[in-house]
Nanobody, 123 residues
């Protein structure tokens, strides 16, 4: 069983930065594609970014290209989402998710999910 725990959310002004963390339990962390999704009130959950360490592939939503990056520390079983130049439209509950090897933007292909961390960007 894999468990994910996000942290690092909060309130930030537009143009500011935040770094989210996702701690992952399990001994095969490096084999998982790690993704971040978000869900704003009244909207569907949407893909943000994902990374496969084994393939070196990173995929981005167009809305975050050039502003968000993903990194991972396999020794610490932790994945990070660095968010820069934040906009009010980035306000959402951010979820960390894990998919076995597959690099995908499709949330239904992710096997494990965290509880989410709230990011609020004020204008």
């Amino acid at each position: 069983q894999v468990q994910l725990l996000e942290s690092g959310g909060g309130l930030v002004q537009a143009g500011g930065s935040l770094r989210l963390s996702c701690a992952v339990s399990g001994r095969t962390f490096s084999s998982y594609t790690m993704g971040w999704f978000r869900q704003a009130p009244g909207k569907e959950r949407e893909f943000v970014i994902a990374n496969s360490w084994s393939s070196g592939i990173t995929r981005y939503a167009d809305s975050v290209k050039g502003r968000f990056t993903i990194s991972r520390d396999n020794a610490k079983n932790t994945v990070y989402l660095q968010m820069n130049s934040l906009k009010p439209d980035d306000t959402a509950l951010y979820y960390c998710a894990a998919a076995w090897r597959l690099v995908t933007t499709n949330s239904s292909r992710y096997d494990y999910w965290g509880q989410g961390t709230q990011v609020t960007v004020s204008s």
